[in-house]
């Protein structure tokens, strides 16, 4: 039975269901340290920062839909925090974060490392609030864990130092036991159904775009894509529903997509939005009917205009639509953007063979190899684009990044998390140099735990995407470069292992002991840093300003911050 607060702390999240908590111990915590030190239910993860922690956490929600749980001490430790929960509020994962406090009766008074921690999280939480003795403990945890489980985000409680050591009051018998209230049943009207049906079926060309709302609504959403012919796209968090080979999908859509999958989506007479929220409205096609299916009413229609609006659950709402609409015998445009894939896909496979490792060539060998039901961890930037073009998905593999906040630094820590919460798969983790440097000391974490996965590191020595966007912005890049370590070496010093690549016929046996090795595993791989990726939709403002930056860039001097 509970003796101090903080015990309780400790029981509540067991009972819950709660395994470990990421983090970094700090004085207003100590107690909180002792309890999780005196009971094995819950584990207690040290991590080298606690950014570092909340994006384990995020990662480790994302991969199985359940509360995770990451902690900070007062001031420096709660504000490390935020970067990652921002990952998981943006994209509607349930994390609690617990973070110690000065004692209460120093609130306010100016203390050394006192902010005002409610107000720090008042945007990132879903709830968000502070225990201020132990009768409203109880109440205060059980509302955070159902709002963070409820509606999918962040919950924050702020706890002071001194109420965690105060003895724990009598569990209430009317204590909530963690069961959380029915969904509600959101549906379309069936006049809605059919209205989105008839449009569909006026259209001689329908194009699908699908995101992470499709999850679970995978058969429905390709028996109504081949019903209407339909060339399929996807998100690039919704990557893996589907296996990339499959016949009916065309890549992403975006800047980071496949031309073939935009292509489909310009020249289609009507769209069907499925669970997705993509916000880049230059990608949607002019002036064609919009059908969007999305649990969040809220969202229907946010980015563009729609014709029907079909709110509720997809796996409940394609059936329906599925028997509204009448079967195409025409699929000549489905046929025509498969051939077109085709022949983007041929292209990809045939990058230049100048002894150079070509990113995508990289990406491609890597998933290759990689076993069926491995989990890739990708990190923002060139090493997303060439993932969502260039991995193919298979099996039960996952494909995990920060997909709607876009943050670096997410790939290694994201690893560790989901390594905690899925040991027997294997998990890689995809990154550029500049997002494997920003966290690079939670390596040591993965060796303290002995966590054997895998990191693949696209070292080409800058910021390689910002360049782009300068270039885009018709400017010569600058302030990019990097002065990398012997990344290899490094590992090793941390206790894990590693090999340099940097040609093709490298990356299968690199990848392989990799995947055997018992302790973390570094693969350098040194690629061509001249690939340009080509956005799979140029207007004339990207060509123009593209030759901009050309120019600029022959006739701008020398820069010491280049050198």
Avoid at 109 to 131: H, K, S
Avoid at 204 to 227: D, K
Wanted: proline share 7%; hydrophobic share 45%.
């Amino acid at each position: 039975m509970a003796r101090t607060v903080s015990d309780r702390i400790v029981e509540f999240l067991a009972e819950r269901g709660v395994e470990r908590i990421f983090g970094i111990p700090g004085d207003t915590i100590d107690s909180l340290m002792e309890s999780l030190r005196k009971q094995k239910a819950v584990h207690f993860v040290v991590m080298r920062h606690e950014e570092a922690g909340a994006f384990a956490a995020s990662a480790q929600a994302k991969l199985t839909g359940h509360l995770s749980v990451c902690v900070g001490c007062q001031g420096p430790g709660a504000i490390h925090l935020l970067n990652g929960l921002y990952d998981a509020a943006l994209d509607r994962v349930p994390v609690l974060a617990i973070t110690g406090q000065i004692p209460r009766d120093e609130l306010g008074t100016g203390m050394p490392q006192e902010i005002d921690q409610l107000r720090l999280f008042g945007d990132v939480a879903v709830y968000n609030a502070e225990v201020r003795s132990p009768e409203n403990l109880e109440p205060v945890l059980s509302r955070a864990v159902r709002e963070a489980q409820v509606r999918k985000g962040v919950a924050h409680v702020s706890i002071p130092s001194d109420v965690m050591r105060l003895p724990a009051t009598p569990r209430p018998s009317s204590a909530e036991e963690g069961v959380l209230p029915a969904r509600p049943m959101v549906r379309p009207l069936p006049d809605e159904i059919r209205r989105a049906a008839e449009i569909l079926d006026r259209a001689s060309r329908v194009a699908i775009l699908y995101g992470e709302g499709a999850r679970r609504a995978e058969a429905p959403l390709v028996a109504l894509a081949w019903r209407l012919g339909a060339p399929l796209v996807h998100t690039t968090r919704s990557k893996d529903l589907l296996p990339s080979r499959h016949p009916s999908l065309m890549g992403g859509i975006g800047l980071m997509g496949s031309r073939t999958a935009n292509h489909a989506v310009q020249s289609c007479e009507a769209l069907l939005v499925v669970g997705s929220d993509f916000a880049f409205r230059e990608y949607y096609p002019e002036s064609v009917p919009v059908v969007q299916v999305d649990l969040d009413p809220a969202r229907i229609g946010r980015r563009v205009p729609v014709a029907v609006g079909l709110p509720g659950e997809a796996r409940e709402v394609l059936p329906a639509l599925l028997e509204n609409v009448h079967e195409r015998t025409d699929r000549s445009f489905l046929e025509r953007m498969r051939r077109e894939r085709e022949q983007e896909i041929a292209r990809h496979l045939a990058v230049r063979d100048d002894g150079l490792l070509h990113p995508g060539e990289l990406t491609r060998l890597v998933g290759e190899s990689a076993p069926e039901d491995a989990v890739f961890l990708v990190d923002s930037g060139t090493v997303t684009v060439w993932a969502n073009n260039y991995l193919d998905i298979r099996g039960s593999q996952r494909f995990l990044w920060s997909a709607n906040l876009g943050s670096l630094g997410f790939a290694l820590p994201a690893a560790i998390g989901v390594k905690f919460a899925a040991r027997t798969r294997p998990v890689v983790a995809l990154t550029g140099d500049g997002g494997f440097g920003m966290l690079l000391g939670d390596l040591a974490t993965a060796v303290r735990y002995r966590l054997p996965l895998v990191v693949v590191v696209y070292d080409n020595g800058s910021y390689q995407f910002i360049e782009y966007e300068e270039e885009a912005e018709g400017n010569p890049v600058f302030g990019t470069k990097l002065t990398n370590p012997d990344f290899v070496a490094l590992a090793r010093s941390f206790g894990a292992d590693g090999v340099t690549v940097s040609h093709p016929e490298e990356v299968a046996g690199a990848l392989e002991a990799a995947l055997a090795s018992p302790v973390p595993f570094v693969i350098d791989a040194r690629v061509n840093p001249r690939e340009l990726y080509i956005p799979p939709l140029l207007t004339p403002r990207m060509v123009v300003a593209f030759a901009r930056s050309q120019i600029r860039s022959f006739f701008a001097p020398p820069s010491e911050a280049e050198g």
